[in-house]
């Protein structure tokens, strides 16, 4: 799967990811905390599926020489 999630929007899906699991670990917030394992893969492997159904990258190009 091609990378089309960069820069800030791959740290941010990182933290946020971190955050809602947890919190959801220390029953903080409720079952929905672990959907934070979805952002927190996206965020990890660089490539989101539903941005890619949407036609969305915020992955910068790379430019050739």
């Not at 394992?37 to 660089?46: F, K, N």
């Not at 490539?47 to 910068?60: D, H, Q």
Request: net charge positive.
């Amino acid at each position: 799967m091609k990378s089309n999630v960069g820069g800030i929007d791959r740290v941010l899906r990182i933290v946020v990811g971190v955050v809602l699991i947890a919190l959801a670990a220390t029953n903080t917030v409720g079952w929905w905390g672990w959907l934070g394992v979805v952002p927190l893969l996206t965020g990890l492997m660089g490539a989101c599926p539903a941005y890619r159904l949407l036609g969305l990258n915020t992955c910068p190009l790379k430019k050739s020489k």
